[in-house]
């Protein structure tokens, strides 16, 4: 089972930038493909992006694509989210999730495991 912990989020102004981050422990991270999803006030979780074992290859919701850069460090177990140009629709609370292959965790078929989550706030 790998542990997740979120961290980064905040309140930013339109237009603004946040980096958040993921710790993983537990099993093995490096063997799993790593992802981002949010889920704003009334609406169902959705995908954000997601990056390979080997940090390439990575995929980007469109909404998001060209603002948000998803990476990860091995060696520190860690999974970054730079997010920049952030607009109101941005806000949300960011989960971090793990999973076998690079389809178990975009279609969530197979989520290893869910952070409990950073709020980004995005004022307009």
């Known amino acids: 089972q790998v542990q997740l912990v979120e961290s980064g989020g905040g309140l930013v102004q339109a237009g603004g930038s946040l980096r958040l981050s993921c710790v993983a422990s537990g099993r093995t991270f490096s063997n799993d493909v790593m992802g981002w999803f949010r889920q704003a006030p009334g609406k169902e979780r959705e995908f954000v992006a997601a990056?390979?074992?080997?940090?390439?290859?990575?995929v980007y919701a469109d909404s998001v694509k060209g603002r948000f850069t998803i990476s990860r460090d091995n060696a520190k177990n860690t999974v970054y989210l730079p997010m920049n140009s952030l607009t109101p629709e941005d806000t949300a609370v960011y989960y971090c999730?793990?999973?076998?292959?690079?389809?178990?965790?975009?279609?969530?078929?197979?989520?290893?495991?869910w952070g409990q989550g950073t709020q980004v706030t995005v004022s307009s």
């Open positions: 999730a793990a999973a076998p292959t690079m389809r178990d965790l975009i279609t969530t078929t197979h989520i290893r495991s």
């Open positions: 990056v390979s074992w080997s940090g390439y290859p990575t």
